[in-house]
């Protein structure tokens, strides 16, 4: 391609709109515009890089078994209302009515169209296991559309559905797509981590998040140093006091009442008290269906909600009370809870609390505080379970080490679902036996906009994008330093030729802007290797290669170009293979 007949409107300026780095970078390297919130116009150099995404989840998908369909982005709600998203999934989805009053959404996850596919087209057993992905178009009215490509509310996903006719055949298709989904990040070059997850509204039973390691990531994992234990933090497992953790003997004081004038907060209430958070039990009221109930966590603790709405049942919103549902569930106002006296609402209690004496509460009373207090002596738990956050104060669930914590971008998701779907849609086999069985269904997705923006993260430096190869727009930027100069843009213009002839994807810079443009830009949009004919270095013959990642220059001969050139491309490929054998 000739940059001159390219559309790559790149700005010198950061725009004002974009909050983290690969917005920025995006739309100052003219790969996206905006066309209105959370959605978004790809230009050529943007939609080569998708393109180069979608292929290798394209090859990885085939190698592991799966074969591509095409489903439609306008989804009946009847298929909807089968499965019960129609209300479950709440504002996030797109509804539309058609001119005969029948509703649609426009799909933000495939489950029920292919439930419904697969259940008319397989009848027998013998036409088990299947697995079928597309790559298309998602919509999600997502509440904050924000970060670019990040969090769009039309963005491109692959989605691919497998479904089996035994637990067994599930678990080797999961791990398949586990499999497949460690090769595809890391051919695009990515760092990143597999981690144990919560399933969310599209429901099922076990997940893993892939996530790529960057600071401006909107998700928080922890992980183990000492064994492979990984985890979003929404889901990461707090385990209860272990035995020798466990108050001993009969050490309880007798419960006392002070005065905490307008300390609410922990820290407030620990400072007055001269207590340490780790002393004070919070009590937080909920409210669920419309009723209240408590729920406990030590000071120094937070609630995770996602674990509380699990408890509950799934789906179910669960949100904070306000402050006339506390006055009227406990009798006094907020940042006063307690446990004690509490009437006529289930109490749950983070496990931590088991191994707790003496500890402060608030007494439901305004500017009041309880002292020693102690369970079961002053009050029954409903029930106990881990309800809370994971800290660095914590040890690993799995082996007692010690955790690190990270920031993460989740750019992919695999789910065993069971026969959730299958279930509610009736999406049954005959078996040998010739007797009808659910089939059993695990769905995977990845974001193709945001693995793009992900990759941005991590790969780029102050003067632009350094795109790893096997994604970036163009393998090889050809850059002839002045163009009225007929040696240079001669020799750009053979090198071009010579390079096209060898299969290599090359961008060459035909354009009249000075050398400082030329290369700000070069630098901007981030080819890999940039192949540099100066005036000078072609007097002796010679031009100048450099890979973007790198400030090391090589000169070669005009004449051998080409050939070196394949070669770099070459073992930088090799390179990047057996860092991917070593990894998986
Ligand atoms: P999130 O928690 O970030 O909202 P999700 O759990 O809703 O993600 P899934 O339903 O598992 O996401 O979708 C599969 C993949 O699609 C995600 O891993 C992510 O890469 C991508 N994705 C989801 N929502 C968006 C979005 N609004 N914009 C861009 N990509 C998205
Ligand atoms: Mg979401």
Redesign the pocket.
């Known amino acids: 391609m000739r940059y001159s007949r390219m559309l790559i409107p790149t700005l010198r300026e950061d725009p004002g709109e974009a909050e983290i780095v690969s917005h920025c970078l995006m739309l100052r390297s003219g790969l996206i515009r905006k066309l209105a919130a ?1 959605v978004y116009n790809f230009l050529p150099l943007g939609w080569r890089v998708m393109k180069k995404i979608e292929q290798i989840v394209r090859e990885e998908m085939e190698l592991a078994g799966a074969q591509e369909v095409f489903l439609p982005v306008l989804c009946p709600s009847e298929l909807w209302h089968e499965s019960a998203r129609w209300d479950a999934y709440g504002k996030e989805l797109m509804r539309i009515t058609d001119r005969h009053g029948r509703d649609f959404c426009l799909g ?2 495939h489950e029920e169209v292919i439930t419904d596919l697969v259940r008319r087209e397989v009848r027998s057993y013998r036409q088990l296991p299947i697995n079928l992905y597309q790559i298309q178009t ?1 919509f ?1 009215d ?1 509440i904050r ?1 924000r970060f670019g ?5 039309e ?1 491109m ?1 692959k ?1 691919g559905y497998s479904f089996d006719r035994h637990e067994a055949g599930a678990q080797r298709a999961y791990s398949m797509m586990y499999k497949a989904y460690n090769r595809i990040f890391a051919r695009c070059g990515l760092d990143f981590r597999a981690v144990e997850a919560d399933s ?1 509204p ?1 429901g099922g039973s076990f997940s893993h ?2 996530m790529v390691l960057a600071e401006s990531g ?2 928080s994992i922890a992980s183990c140093t000492e064994c492979d234990y990984a985890s979003n933090l929404e889901k990461a497992e707090c385990v209860g006091p272990r035995m020798n953790e466990l108050p001993e003997g009969p050490c309880m004081k007798d419960m006392a009442e002070v005065e905490t004038p307008g300390r609410k907060s922990v820290e407030d209430v620990c400072e007055f008290l001269g207590c340490r958070p780790e002393q004070l039990v919070k009590t937080m009221i909920f409210i669920q269906e419309g009723k209240p109930l408590a729920v406990l966590v030590r000071g120094d603790h937070e609630v995770n909600e996602i674990k509380l709405k699990n408890l509950l049942g799934g789906v179910s919103e669960v949100i904070l009370a306000d402050e006339s549902t506390i006055e009227y569930a406990t009798g006094g106002p907020s940042g006063f809870s307690g446990p004690v006296g509490l009437k006529g609402l289930p109490i749950l209690a983070d496990l931590s609390l088991k191994g707790m004496v003496n500890f402060v509460v608030g007494a439901n009373e305004a500017d009041k505080h309880l002292l020693n207090v102690n369970l079961d002596r002053d009050f029954k738990v409903d029930r106990y379970a881990d309800l809370r956050y994971i800290t660095d104060k914590d040890k690993c669930p799995r082996c007692s080490g010690i955790l690190n914590f990270h920031r993460g971008i ?4 695999v ?1 065993k679902l069971g026969t959730k779907y299958s279930k509610s849609m009736k999406a049954v086999f005959l078996d040998e036996d010739g007797r009808e069985q659910y089939m059993i269904m695990g769905c995977y ?3 193709i ?3 793009m923006a992900a990759a941005i993260e991590q790969n780029h430096d102050e003067d632009g994008i350094i795109w790893p190869l096997p994604i970036a727009p163009f393998q090889v930027h050809i850059l002839p330093v002045n163009m009225d100069n007929e040696d240079v843009s001669g020799a750009g213009e053979e090198i071009y030729q010579d390079l096209q002839k060898e299969g290599i994807e090359v961008l060459l810079d035909d354009r009249d802007e000075s050398p400082g443009i030329k290369f700000k830009d070069a630098d901007l949009i981030g080819i890999p290797l940039r192949v540099t004919v100066g005036i000078k270095s072609l007097r002796e013959g010679m031009v100048e290669m450099k890979w973007r990642d790198s400030k090391d220059v090589v000169r070669e001969g005009l004449p051998h170009i080409a050939a070196k050139v394949r070669n770099m491309i070459e073992d930088k490929k090799r390179t990047a293979d057996s860092k991917l054998e070593s990894i998986l």
């Open positions: 959370g933000p996850t998602k999600r997502e559309p490509l990040m969090r769009g509310r963005f996903m989605d969310g599209i998040e892939f909107e998700d989740e750019v992919g998701h789910f997705g990845i974001g906009g945001r693995t």
